[in-house]
């Protein structure tokens, strides 16, 4: 059974940091692309980042360049999304994607629909 399961999420204040993961069960990890996105109340999708499990490509949304950091631990089957800096915009339900590579095509494709998701998590940042 192909599945996705997210960590993480939180109320911080602005300026502070959380941690969200996502551990992928069912795929040949390797093999797999997997995408943060966030959607807030109002607002359309988001693709917030994105990093190929086979060669460790990442992708960033110019909202969080500098701020967040994807990393794959491919022993653990599990990507994290670090996100640092938070400001109050950054507020949404995160999910996470998983599909094949590359990132673009991922991105893409989970923007609009993608049969592979994990549970949201809700970040919440207040001033």
């Known amino acids: 059974e192909v599945q996705l399961v997210v960590s993480g999420g939180g109320l911080v204040q602005a300026g502070g940091s959380l941690r969200l993961s996502c551990a992928a069960s069912?795929?040949?990890?390797?093999?797999?692309?997997i995408g943060w996105f966030r959607q807030a109340p109002g607002k359309e999708r988001e693709g917030v980042s994105c990093?190929?499990?086979?060669?460790?490509?990442?992708y960033y949304a110019d909202s969080v360049k500098g701020r967040f950091t994807i990393s794959s631990d491919n022993a653990k089957n599990t990507v994290y999304l670090q996100m640092n800096s938070l400001k109050r915009e950054d507020t949404a339900v995160y999910y996470c994607?998983?599909?094949?590579?590359?990132?673009?095509?991922?991105?893409?494709?989970?923007?609009?629909?993608?049969?592979?998701w994990g549970q949201g998590t809700q970040v919440t940042v207040s001033s």
């Open positions: 994607a998983a599909d094949f590579p590359p990132c673009g095509s991922l991105l893409r494709l989970y923007s609009q629909g993608g049969d592979y």
């Open positions: 990093i190929s499990s086979s060669d460790g490509s990442t």
């Open positions: 069912g795929f040949t990890f390797d093999d797999l692309a």
